[in-house]
């Protein structure tokens, strides 16, 4: 039986402890469950979100096991090793698919009926993993995707243009790594192309821009982790607004990690393109335009993917 208003998380490194905090804040849930390897440190971070209740809303925050996160809407998985400096996110996939191998199975054998959002790294592949050691419907298993990324392209480009980023309406698409699309082609500012918004606001360099800001998106995880050791606030705010989603049954489309059956000749592999996400995880995807060399770079990232794949997989 699934409880709508109760929440967990597994790992409560930088990136699950901060999801928990921001999914306190939310108002969302009412009941939160952390579990880690670490009792004691899933135990030492619900100790201490759970003493900013008396600023939020009433809300029930433990450390718990595997039979206390049963009956929860939502399962975040965050555990995992993390991206060190100089590591791109598909060197972790060996590492990480063997955790996955030990987690997915401890939730299925207990009957979990709720969504299982994949937030480690490497997201895709491990979407991909989870949804085949799970057996679990397509549609109850996304990752998180590149959900990150097309915050980060909205924000440079509101930054670019002078404007809010929430007009932005813009989408990173394929792997949520180094062979990340940013689909300028479907862009637009509140309903006005991008390139005719530039314009108005005095740029005309549209392709020198674009790959400038297409760069400092693909860059800008590598850059934090070269400065402070890792990224978590901005893919906690990622968790919270899919959570949002599901939760709220917004019906709101969002570029999650889903399994591809056959969208622009893609099969077989998890990737993200923008989908419509609700109290069912999600419901179908939204095909947006992308002009041909787009849709061939999407190729090249699904490639990409396959061959990690096939290595990964097979082990």
């Not at 207990?110 to 979407?127: C, H, K, S, W, Y």
């Not at 901005?234 to 709220?248: P, Q």
Request: with cysteine; glycine share 8%.
């Amino acid at each position: 039986m699934v409880k709508q208003g109760k929440v967990a998380v597994i790992g409560c490194g930088f990136v699950g402890s901060a999801s928990a905090f921001a999914l306190m804040q939310s108002g969302l849930f009412t009941e939160m469950v952390l579990l880690d390897a670490n009792q004691d440190k899933a135990e030492g971070e619900a100790d201490d979100i759970v003493h900013g209740i008396p600023f939020g809303r009433p809300m029930k925050i433990y450390a718990g096991g595997y039979d206390e996160i049963a009956d929860a809407a939502i399962i975040v998985v965050t555990a995992g090793a993390n991206q060190k400096p100089d590591e791109t996110r598909l060197d972790l996939v060996h590492k990480n698919v063997a955790i996955f191998r030990s987690i997915i199975p401890e939730i299925t054998q207990r009957g979990f009926e709720g969504i299982l959002l994949v937030v480690a790294n490497p997201v895709d592949i491990l979407t991909y993993a989870t949804l085949k050691i799970s057996g679990y419907p397509e549609n109850r298993v996304i990752g998180s995707g590149t959900v990150l990324d097309s915050a980060r392209l909205k924000y440079h480009l509101g930054e670019h243009l002078g404007v809010d980023s929430r007009s932005v309406h813009a989408f990173i698409v394929g792997e949520h790594g180094d062979s990340e699309i940013a689909a300028w082609s479907s862009a637009n500012v509140s309903g006005i192309p991008l390139d005719s918004f530039c314009e108005m606001r005095g740029h005309y360099n549209h392709v020198e821009a674009n790959d400038r800001i297409a760069e400092s998106v693909k860059q800008s995880a590598y850059e934090i982790i070269e400065k402070k050791g890792a990224t978590y606030y901005g893919i906690a705010m990622s968790v919270k607004r899919i959570c949002e989603a599901i939760i709220r049954d917004e019906k709101s489309i969002l570029p999650v990690s889903t399994m591809m059956h056959g969208e622009y000749g893609i099969s077989d592999v998890v990737l993200s393109i923008p989908c419509i996400v609700g109290r069912n995880g999600y419901e179908t995807k939204v095909p947006i335009d992308l002009d041909p060399d787009e849709v061939a770079k999407l190729h090249e990232s699904a490639d990409t993917l396959k061959e990690v794949l096939q290595d990964v997989m097979q082990e």
